[in-house]
């Protein structure tokens, strides 16, 4: 049972391209949510609510309103995505909420670190073990508790907070075959600041990361070695015809304008079918594709690369986020593309410019592999 939330309120930041030609907005935030119709209760359905409700029921049946509402563990909003309520799903797995009503900023505490994260409300930004990651909706408050969505639990906290397995092939002499995917290449540039040119840059990223996961037992297939173009959507095939396990694909960022004072690093995974992406108020498109077969494991491999990117570099953390990138839509296997900063900004364009701090880069992203593949 699906209503909508009005979801314009609140975007009102500016738009910003990034490398792939999408456009990124800073992350939406939704302002309390004006109640629609009447309250409803943890314990039920009042008459005068279920009078309103009347068409509703008829339409989509009674079953799921009556068990969310008479349960207090969840119930179906009247408008935007199905939620739960995050106090009682927490500690239904031994966590704790912290909130003090009507505060801006909560905290969910699990035993010892694993299960903590932190965020705002009418935010999708949340942070995940000292990583910043976006959910697909903010979360929302009504009747005095906080709400979050079915599918941001199944598709974001699960997997990050409760991984089932392992990521990635284990046993044998080697860990997996990883295909590293420079971005870019030949006739396509890329970004271009300062006399970077991306498309070198991610072929140099590549090349210093190739004998650094080798050394830790990992195969490694590059899509290309050299300064040749490659259609994005054939990256994936490269990845499949090479039996890879794991894909990922190197890029560098830029906003159009010098001085924006926007830097930092940010790893994208596919976004989930029928979910917004992380710069979309609602979704563009419900169709799934190949690549959200790995829904579970695209989201846990973007936020090993992105911690190892933001512990090892100090980059600022602009997050997990979500994007339809060609690269990753078909991807056969778990699948990220990493932004590894800002070319247009001037002092970290000077930073990657530097082969040492690639050198670091790569560590980075080896460690988050390994981190992955545990
Ligand atoms: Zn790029």
């Known amino acids: 049972m699906m209503f909508y939330i009005p ?6 930041s500016p738009a910003l391209p990034t490398t792939s030609g ?37 339409l989509w049946g009674a079953r799921d309103l009556f068990a969310a509402s008479g349960s207090g563990a969840g119930k179906v909003f009247p408008t935007g995505p199905e939620r739960i309520e995050l106090g009682s799903w927490a500690s239904a797995r031994s966590m704790r909420l912290n909130w003090q009503r009507s505060a801006e900023r909560f905290e969910v505490l699990g035993q010892g670190t694993r299960g903590n994260f932190s965020g705002e409300i009418d935010s999708r930004k949340i942070t995940i073990r000292g990583v910043v990651c976006y959910l697909s909706y903010p979360i929302a408050l009504m009747d005095e508790r906080l ?18 397995g392992r990521g990635a092939r ?71 015809k ?17 001085g924006a004072e926007v830097r930092g690093v940010e790893t994208y995974a596919l976004t989930p079918a029928g979910h917004p992406s992380t710069n ?12 959200n077969r790995h829904d579970a494991a695209n989201v846990r491999l973007a936020f090993e690369l992105q911690r190892g990117l933001v512990r090892t570099l100090g980059a600022e953390d602009r997050g997990v986020k979500r994007q339809r990138f060609a690269v990753l839509r078909e991807a056969p296997v778990p699948a990220v593309l990493v932004e590894g ?6 002092r970290e364009s000077r930073l990657i410019s530097q082969p040492a701090y690639l050198l670091r880069m790569a560590e980075a992203i080896r460690d988050g592999l390994l981190a992955f593949v545990g």
């Open 341 to 346: 900063g800002f070319l247009s900004d001037y």
């Open 170 to 240: 284990g046993p044998g002499s080697s860990l997996a075959t990883v295909c590293v995917d420079p971005g870019h290449g030949g006739k396509d540039p890329g970004n271009r600041h300062f006399g970077l040119l991306e498309k070198e840059l991610t072929l140099k990223l590549a090349l210093t990361l190739k004998p650094l996961l080798e050394k830790s037992r990992f195969r490694v297939v590059l899509t290309r070695k050299s300064d040749r173009y490659l259609e994005p959507e054939i990256r994936p095939v490269l990845a499949r």
């Open 22 to 58: 999408y456009t990124e907005f800073q992350a939406p935030s939704l302002r309390r949510l004006e109640k629609p119709w009447g309250r409803i209760h943890r314990e039920g359905v009042t008459r005068r609510e279920l009078c309103r409700l009347l068409p509703a029921l008829c």
């Open 242 to 258: 090479a039996g890879a396990d794991i894909l990922v694909s190197l890029h560098f960022n830029a906003v159009p304008r010098i």
């Open 280 to 291: 979309e108020r609602v979704a563009s498109t419900r169709t799934g594709y190949s690549g």
């Open 7 to 12: 979801w314009e309120a609140g975007w009102d």
């Open 147 to 164: 709400w979050i969505a079915t599918g941001d639990l199944a598709k974001v906290m699960m997997p990050l907070l409760f991984p089932a």
